[in-house]
């Protein structure tokens, strides 16, 4: 599927960049998921933004960024996001 996503977007002369959600730390099977969905975009070539790290170095404010209950962002961990975001799409309009 995301080999035809990014084969869709050259032909349509967009870029595709990906932003896997990480999975909340220590949850075991999702991250081992997650390192796997990293390893196969490295493979293929994928223009792809990693969090993980940024929420590895924010381990003391875990409880800020994800909801305890299901695991999802919550208006923290969603800003911190949407500032990597931010910032990768300038480094890119810069290089053009």
């Given amino acids: 599927l995301l080999r035809r996503l990014r084969t869709t977007c050259e032909r349509a002369g967009t870029a595709l ?21 990293a390893a196969f975009l490295e493979r293929e ?4 933004l990693d969090l993980r790290p940024d929420i590895r170095r924010q381990a ?3 409880a800020d960024l994800y909801y305890p209950v ?3 962002w919550t208006a923290a961990g969603h800003a911190l996001a949407g500032r ?5 799409l300038g480094a890119l309009r810069s290089a053009r």
Avoid: K
């Fill in 17 to 37: 960049l990906i932003m896997p959600v990480p999975a909340l730390p220590g949850s075991g099977e999702p991250e081992r998921r997650q390192a796997e969905l």
């Fill in 45 to 48: 070539g994928f223009a792809w």
């Fill in 60 to 62: 003391a404010a875990i």
């Fill in 70 to 72: 299901d695991g999802h």
């Fill in 84 to 88: 990597r975001l931010a910032s990768r």
